[in-house]
């Protein structure tokens, strides 16, 4: 009875916290942080608590892990004086300094955390993952939706998902090869299924690293592997049915590839099942270029940082929003931290040419 209580009175302070149904409401997203994120995210941060977003969800990617990235070893052409760092010193470091460069900034404002594939480059692991970012993934909100699910469910998993008011927001783990695996599965049809009966649920925010297969960007999405081949189309599905069925508003994001882009299921490949979905992988890891039949403009751009911002309204729906990062906003808030000549590095020089 005294754990059944000590649960329950959480969830007055969760209610509590929410303004009155009527109103708007907004969050932020983006991923892949790594090669200059030290130098981005606190630009992102900055503007997420400008807006008045109410948390702010990094999809993954957080730092490189197989190399330096070059917001902490500087590129040797900028003849930058710097402390040598070895390779275990930075293997022990990386995530460390992601929580405190990139993080931190954030101050009191709510992080969520999605692991990417860099989450699992050895020798990082998934248990290493859960284990360094426990405070995230282990928050009070997260653990009674956990155990108001399923009371004997005391893990933490890389994937979760909480409702705010008349949203669920689902998290899913597909970081490595193996995912979505038979469990993570099983657990999001278990959500799916919960919110297509449900009353109260109007809208499901769907999160993960790599997009779901099918998408403008497919050759560096779920399609890159078997499993994820099979198994993203799975989850694709039960989304669509969750919107064509059963009436719920459905938006999908990703990160990973390095650009942004909007409207990113409206292919052939789902022959009319659009759902609505964004890819943001803009903060701070060496930019890509678009994907072949992508045409630039608003709904596509690359070289460019920042982040996404959902404006939910009270009928559950969201109007989402590109704000990029200006170089001015990088040189300012980064000054007295780092040379202007790293900065205009991760401007002008952060990008790989070549097409993925």
């Known amino acids: 009875m005294h754990k059944i209580a000590c649960l329950l009175c959480v ?12 109103s708007t409401w907004k969050f932020a997203v983006s991923g892949d942080s790594r090669n200059c994120g030290d130098i ?12 008045r977003s109410e948390f702010y969800w990094h999809l993954g990617d957080f730092r490189a892990i197989y190399t330096f990235d070059e917001d902490m070893v500087p590129p040797a052409k900028l003849a930058l004086p710097t402390k040598p760092l070895s390779i ?45 970012f426990a405070d995230w993934l ?24 909480w409702i705010d008011r008349n949203i669920d927001f689902i998290a899913l783990d597909n970081a490595s090869a193996d995912q979505f695996d038979a469990a993570q599965l099983k657990w999001f049809h278990s959500v799916v299924d919960r919110d297509e009966k449900s009353a109260s649920v109007q809208t ?36 669509w049915h969750a919107q064509s069925a059963a009436h719920k508003k459905v938006y999908v994001l990703a990160s990973h590839s390095h650009f942004f882009m909007e409207d990113v299921y409206r292919t052939d490949a789902w022959k009319g099942k659009v759902l609505p979905g964004w890819i943001v992988g803009t903060a701070g890891a060496v930019r890509y270029r678009l994907p072949a039949g992508a045409v630039p403009g608003p709904k596509a751009m690359t070289d460019v940082y920042g982040y996404l911002v959902g404006t ?17 906003d ?16 991760c401007v002008d020089e952060n990008r790989e040419l070549t097409a993925k």
């Open 40 to 51: 981005v995210m606190p630009a992102i941060a900055s503007g997420v608590l400008a807006s």
């Open 330 to 345: 990088l040189l300012r808030i980064s000054r007295g931290k780092y040379p202007d000549s790293l900065v205009r590095w």
């Open 312 to 328: 939910a309204a009270a009928d559950g729906s969201i109007a989402f929003t590109f704000q990029q990062v200006q170089a001015d």
């Open 138 to 161: 282990g928050t009070a909100a997260l653990r009674a939706q956990r155990l108001a699910d399923d009371p004997a469910d005391r893990k933490l998993h890389a994937y979760y998902h």
């Open 204 to 239: 499901l925010v769907v999160a993960m690293h790599a997009a779901l297969p099918g998408s403008i960007g497919n050759s560096h999405s779920m399609s890159d592997w078997a499993q994820g081949e099979k198994s993203g189309r799975e989850v694709y599905e039960a989304l």
């Open 11 to 22: 969830l007055p302070i969760l209610v509590a916290a929410q303004p009155p149904a009527n």
């Open 88 to 132: 275990i010193d930075y293997e022990t470091g990386a995530w460390p300094d992601f929580i405190t460069r990139q993080l931190a900034p954030f101050g009191a404002l709510p992080v969520m955390l999605l692991p990417g594939n860099h989450e699992t480059i050895p020798p990082a692991t998934r248990e290493h993952y859960l284990l360094q």
